[in-house]
């Protein structure tokens, strides 16, 4: 029997602002996967470890990149993770996955929560283990460790979210799958390990409403910051000032991103931060000043201006304007040497999704 079936999961845009590692929202751009699982073509497979044939089309983002080895490949090994800690080593024989990703990588787009959510995901289906959206954020969450992206690119929509406190005996195995659980990819050899399940309910979530007029331009830099180096930049502690700061912010930003007609006045200060936006400057040049001239004074429409993610990236919520606001922001960059690309999205409502063909 063939099967054939297409996983969907969003960008996301983490942070917006004051939810550090709390906020994240779903975008209208999407990492696309169409998997087929043929054994007549168990040969095509047979180069691979693993018996998965993974492709990139050219026009994807990271195509000259990314690795193939399904052992080495974010989204593969993921699925393969998934796989073992069910005791099953590898995908079926004739799997073949061809990946159209128009998510540029290391950009503060939710790249990698993308990759992760598409291959839990792609665990899930190919070994039909019938498992929940929210069994599924277990599994993204004991490799993606800030809930922010990974919830928005399954969940969709505009969420807020928390890791729970995990016992002892959880933190104890928490395994890190790239380092321990999957053979690395230079050597490629199956240890046999069977990972330990992940604990359930690792990750709680809300999803709040969102005022559909209101857009998000992503401005994108041509340069990758990793998301390790970006959050290597930040304190271990913070003055209780700048926490309060935030929280305050947080807790009047979720609500008015709901309120009709959108208000720039509550929105703009509401989206200020402390806590992660000053320390990674060092990392963006232009960055304080993008995030401090452009304004709804300056340009109707503007509601509120942060970095995505860990950044580079530049996302301004508006209603209108959408072109004179990413030229100013790119025209900014320009001045520090920087070129970007911008796009023009929408929340991305209902997340991560598979169609069986
Ligand atoms: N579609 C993909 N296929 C394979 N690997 C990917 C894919 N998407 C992301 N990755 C891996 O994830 C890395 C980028 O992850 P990183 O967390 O640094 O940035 P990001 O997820 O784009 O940004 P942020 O987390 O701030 O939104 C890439 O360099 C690549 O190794
Ligand atoms: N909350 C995360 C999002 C990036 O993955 C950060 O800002 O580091």
Redesign the pocket.
């Known amino acids: 029997m063939v099967r054939a079936f297409k996983i969907k999961v969003p960008a996301s845009s983490?942070?917006i602002g004051p939810g550090?590692?709390v906020l994240g929202v779903g975008l209208s751009l999407f990492l696309e996967l169409d998997v087929t699982i043929d054994s007549s073509q168990a040969q095509e497979t047979n180069d691979d470890p693993n018996n998965c044939k993974l492709s990139y089309t050219k026009e994807s983002e990271g195509y000259s990149t990314v690795l193939l080895r399904s052992d080495a490949n974010l989204i593969t090994r993921t699925a393969l993770y998934v796989l073992r800690c069910n005791n099953i080593r590898n995908f079926p024989s004739g799997t073949k996955v061809h990946v159209s990703n128009p998510i540029p990588l290391g950009r503060g787009l939710g790249s990698s929560g993308a990759a992760v959510v598409a291959g839990v995901i792609l665990g899930n289906e190919v070994a039909q283990l019938g498992f929940s959206k929210q069994r599924m954020l277990d599994y993204c969450l004991m490799i993606e460790r800030?809930p922010?992206?990974i919830t928005a690119a399954m969940m969709g929509g505009f969420c807020g979210s928390f890791l729970r406190d995990l016992t002892p005996q959880e933190v104890e195995r928490r395994e890190i799958p790239l380092a321990e659980v999957l053979p690395e990819p230079s050597g490629g050899e199956d240890t046999g390990l069977v990972p330990p399940l992940p604990p359930t309910d690792i990750g709680r979530h809300v999803k709040y409403q969102w005022n559909p007029a209101i857009k998000c331009i992503a401005i994108i830099p041509q340069f990758e910051l990793s998301?390790a180096d970006?959050?290597g930049v930040l304190p271990k502690a913070y003055p209780t000032q700048d926490l309060v700061f935030n929280l305050q912010r947080l807790a009047v930003l979720t609500t008015a991103l709901t309120m009709d007609p959108p208000n720039a006045d509550l929105i703009y200060p509401a989206m200020q931060d402390r806590v992660?936006q000053p320390y990674r400057k060092t990392l963006i040049p232009g960055l304080t000043e993008i995030l401090s001239c452009v304004t709804p004074s300056t340009y109707p429409g503007l509601l509120g201006i942060c970095l995505s993610?860990?950044g580079p990236t530049i996302l301004a919520l508006a209603t209108e304007n959408f072109e004179e606001i990413s030229q100013e922001i790119i025209n900014r960059f320009a001045k520090n040497g920087i070129k970007c690309s911008w796009k023009l999205l929408e929340p991305a409502y209902d997340g991560a999704s598979v169609e069986q063909q």
């Open positions: 983490a942070n550090y590692d800030h922010d992206n998301t970006s959050r992660h993610g860990a």
